[in-house]
Nanobody
Framework: QVELVESGGGLVQAGGSLRLSCVVS????????MGWFRQAPGKEREVVAGISGVLGGLYYGSTFYADAVKGRFIISRDNAKNTVYLQMNSLKPEDSGDYYC???????????????????WGQGTQVTVSS
């Protein structure tokens, strides 16, 4: 059984920073591709960032960012801690929502950006950015 547990959400003022963490258990962490998604009320879940594992033809540690967060968010992974991070800087009110980490255990040549491509999900952590 693969389990993902997020933490680090909270309330922050616009322009502030938060770091989300996601600890993965039950799977060889270095092998899986990891993604961060978010979902605002009434909106579809959308990809925020992704980082590759060793499965597939991707260069290990390759990253992807949604246009809305490029230059502000940084995704990283620590295999020794089975953890993926999302450092969020210069936060805006439109960044508010529930943030989810997800794991993809398939062989890939490109990082998946669709939620349906991910096999395992965390329970989510809420981020609220006040103006």
């Amino acid at each position: 059984q693969v389990e993902l547990v997020e933490s680090g959400g909270g309330l922050v003022q616009a322009g502030g920073s938060l770091r989300l963490s996601c600890v993965v258990s039950g799977r060889t962490f270095s092998s899986v591709h990891m993604g961060w998604f978010r979902q605002a009320p009434g909106k579809e879940r959308e990809v925020v960032a992704g980082i590759s594992g060793v499965l597939g033809g991707l260069y290990y540690g390759s990253t992807f960012y949604a246009d809305a967060v490029k230059g502000r968010f940084i995704i990283s992974r620590d295999n020794a801690k089975n953890t993926v991070y999302l450092q969020m800087n210069s936060l805006k009110p439109e960044d508010s929502g529930d943030y989810y980490c997800a794991a993809d255990s398939e062989w890939r040549v490109t990082l998946p950006t669709k939620p349906a491509r991910y096999d395992y999900w965390g329970q989510g952590t809420q981020v609220t950015v006040s103006s």
